[in-house]
């Protein structure tokens, strides 16, 4: 929440050297959702800080689990307003990632078909 209620110029400040915003399983809380697309658009729109870290070269990753399609259209909807392009990695290359810490136990499987990533930019 630090987004929606610090000052925005202090935050921008803070993160003004970051290239790239990674997150996961942060896309299902409707409640939330607005300060999460403000704080990847302060990432996103940031202009100070290093002359070398661009606003074309920031970007925010999210990797998250596709619990209800009401959410994910709310989320993508606040990011479209605000000028943010999402582009969503395809279900098939998702699929055949190879797994980096296999867990075999049923109940942290998480089954693969209900992730999505999610590669954000400014428009």
């Known amino acids: 929440t630090e987004c929606a209620e610090g000052d925005n110029e202090t935050i ?5 050297e970051a290239e790239v915003l990674l997150a996961a399983d942060v896309v299902y809380d409707t409640s939330q ?6 704080c990847v658009k302060v990432l996103l729109s940031s202009q100070q ?3 070398s870290v661009t606003t074309e070269k920031r970007k925010a990753v999210f990797a998250t689990t596709f619990r209800n399609e009401k959410t994910f259209a709310l989320f993508t909807n606040q990011l479209r307003n605000e000028g943010i392009a999402c582009q969503f990695v395809d279900k098939e290359v998702i699929a055949n990632l190879p797994s980096i ?7 942290f499987l998480q ?11 400014a428009e």
Request: aromatic content about 10%; some cysteine; overall charge positive.
């Open 101 to 107: 810490f296999p867990c075999y136990h049923p109940y």
């Open 33 to 38: 959702i607005s300060i999460l697309v403000r």
């Open 49 to 51: 800080g290093s002359s």
């Open 111 to 121: 089954q693969r078909s209900d992730v999505r990533i999610c590669t954000m930019t």
């Open 12 to 16: 921008a400040m803070e993160i003004s």
